[in-house]
Each structure stands twice: as structure tokens, then as C-alpha cells.
């Protein structure tokens, strides 16, 4: 599947406007990454508009990084009005295998919201597809699992794309499996640049006409792009980080 430079283009020009209900610890680099994108962020968690948010939104993006039960019931709200808008609901079920209470939660979100994509690593896949995995906090962790085969059986059961995120990322929509290579390990040593991927996605996906798989690809594509230009330019994970955001920027970035 060729990367699709116009979904890019598109994001510059439309502006998609991307509701993120995250986590306290990324919340301002998401936020950062997404206007760098040429997106408009909103962070909104509130049980009190989660819906109304979601409803003039392009993509809600719900991620469980520091979660409460408020939040769980601001994400289902506000999942729930997207998914009616007829808009992108991408779920980041960060560390979901860690305790019961995210395992359970998402389990509750998956039930009840009609979810468009599931970014997620090879550890929260497994413990989604009820595979053991060895997992410490939000790490992938490891494990002997099929992950292209277990892929595809979650994105079967929930109807919905999952993009694996790793060394090598996986993109399945239940029958095609596509693999991307590249990126750079610092990429892992930088909070939130897993957590800022779900949130392009969105992007892409908020811009995209018919082939949501195309525009995962593409998304997931450019920012191993942008991961491997920005670890050119920097010493370390501190100056890889505001490399990486000039980097999504089209104009900065001259990434393409």
C-alpha cells in the first residue's frame, strides 16, 4: 500500500479539529504535536461537555494513561457522541494489562463504543485478545504470541483497524496485514510519543475519504520518517524530542 502524500497536505489545510482525552503526562506533547501536525488540538476530559466535544469534533482519540473512573465515563460519553457524528473514535489503551481496573475498563470501552482503530503495543495487544503476556507498568513487555495473528483477531471481534506499534509496526483491518519498517530506539525514550501516534492517526483518519487502512499506513509510515530524521539531527532524547515536533511540521520538517 503506496503512503499517501495528500492525506498529509490535507491535514495542513483542513485543520481537523482532534479531542483527546489523555493522560496528565503526555497531554502537553500531544497537544504540541498535533498543532506542529497542522491540527487543532482540544483536551477535554470533562464528564460535563466530554460529548459536546466530541460531537464538533474531526476524531476523538481516548487514552487511558492515568485513569480514573471519571475519566472512564468522560471516554464513554464522549466515544459514544463520536461514533453517532459518524466521526473517528481511536483508542490507546496504555498499559491496559497493568491492573484489573484498565483491563476491565477497556473491556467496558470496546463493549460499548463502535472504536474505528485500536494503537496499542504487542503487550496491551496480547492482554486485549486475553494472550499472557509479560508486561512491567505500560511497558510492551514480552511475550511468544503471534502478534499479526492475534491482530487480526481483535480487529475481527471489534470490527475495527489495529495498528501495532514497535520495531516493526503492524496495521491489520481483520483480512490485510501491512508492515512498516523504520523509525530509531529514540523514539522510546521520549513520554508520549507513543501516546502523540494515536492522536495522528486521528489526524489522518479525520482527513481520510474512504480507506481508513490508507490512512493508518500513511500515518504510521511518516512518523517512523519523522522519528529517523529527527534522530539525525539530535544527541539525545531531550533535543529528539523538539527535533521530532519540528519534524511533524510539513513546512519545518521538509519530511516528504
Not at 492515568?66 to 496504555?94: C, F, M, N, R
Not at 483491563?103 to 463504543?113: A, M, Y
Not at 491489520?172 to 508520549?192: F, R
Request: aromatic letters at 4%; charged letters at 15%.
Amino acid at each position: 500500500m503506496e503512503f499517501n502524500e495528500e492525506l498529509l497536505m490535507n491535514i495542513k489545510t483542513e485543520q481537523p479539529l482532534i479531542h483527546c482525552i489523555t493522560n496528565i503526562v503526555v497531554a502537553n506533547f500531544q497537544a504540541n504535536g498535533l498543532l506542529s501536525l497542522g491540527a487543532s488540538p482540544v483536551m477535554a476530559d470533562a464528564i460535563e461537555e466530554a460529548a459536546d466535544i466530541a460531537a464538533v469534533s474531526s476524531a476523538t482519540v481516548l487514552n487511558i494513561g492515568t485513569l480514573k473512573k471519571e475519566t472512564v465515563e468522560a471516554i464513554l460519553l464522549a466515544g459514544k457522541s463520536a461514533v453517532k457524528q459518524g466521526k473517528p473514535v481511536i483508542l490507546d489503551p496504555v498499559g491496559v494489562g497493568a491492573t484489573p481496573f484498565r483491563q476491565q475498563s477497556v473491556e467496558k470501552i470496546l463493549s460499548e463504543v463502535d472504536v474505528t482503530l485500536i494503537r496499542c503495543n504487542a503487550g496491551e495487544l496480547a492482554t486485549i485478545a486475553g494472550v499472557e503476556w509479560m508486561t512491567k507498568g505500560v511497558d510492551a513487555g514480552q511475550g511468544d504470541a503471534d502478534i499479526e495473528a492475534l491482530a487480526k483477531q481483535v480487529a475481527q471481534k471489534y470490527r475495527c483497524l489495529v495498528a501495532v506499534s514497535g520495531e516493526l509496526d503492524i496495521v491489520t483491518d481483520g483480512t490485510t496485514v501491512i508492515t512498516i519498517t523504520g523509525g530509531h530506539p529514540l523514539m522510546t525514550q521520549v513520554t508520549g510519543v507513543g501516546c502523540l501516534l494515536s492522536s495522528v492517526a486521528g489526524a489522518f483518519l479525520a482527513v481520510a475519504d474512504e480507506n481508513a487502512l490508507q490512512a493508518v499506513v500513511t500515518a504510521l509510515s511518516f512518523y517512523k520518517q519523522v522519528g529517523e530524521k529527527a534522530a539525525q539531527q539530535a544527541t539525545g532524547p531531550g533535543d529528539f524530542a523538539v527535533h521530532f515536533l519540528n519534524g511533524l511540521s510539513i513546512d519545518g520538517g521538509q519530511n516528504l
